[in-house]
């Protein structure tokens, strides 16, 4: 089992920037994708980008496509959101997610079986 502790959350204005991290403990970091998935209020959850295992391949969801960078640092068990341009649309709890089997890459939040405890996003028009 990982252990998933996300931090950088808060509150910006719109147009503004913010950088979310992702902390990993407890299982080689560097085997597994990484998610980051976000839930607004009266919302279901949905996907925002995914990053494979050594980084090579990327998705992100159409609404962040441009604004939004996903990358990762293995040495350092991290994974980062870089969040730019960003709207009111935006503001949610983002959570970021471990990838259930090693080598897989997938943005299906099914497919995800550790989940952090998420951090609170806000921005305001």
């Known amino acids: 089992q990982v252990q998933l502790v996300e931090s950088g959350g808060g509150l910006v204005q719109a147009g503004g920037s913010l950088r979310l991290s992702c902390a990993a403990s407890?299982?080689?970091?560097?085997?597994?994708?990484m998610g980051w998935f976000r839930q607004a209020p009266g919302k279901e959850r949905e996907f925002v980008a995914a990053i494979s295992s050594g980084g090579s391949r990327i998705y992100y969801a159409d609404s962040v496509k441009g604004r939004f960078t996903v990358s990762r640092d293995n040495a350092k068990n991290t994974v980062y959101l870089q969040m730019n341009s960003l709207k009111p649309d935006d503001t949610a709890v983002y959570y970021c997610?471990?990838?259930?089997?090693?080598?897989?890459?997938?943005?299906?939040?099914?497919?995800?079986?550790?989940w952090g405890q998420g951090t609170q996003v806000t921005v305001s028009s």
């Open positions: 407890g299982r080689t970091f560097s085997n597994y994708a």
């Open positions: 997610a471990a990838g259930l089997r090693a080598y897989t890459f997938t943005t299906t939040g099914s497919d995800f079986g550790s």
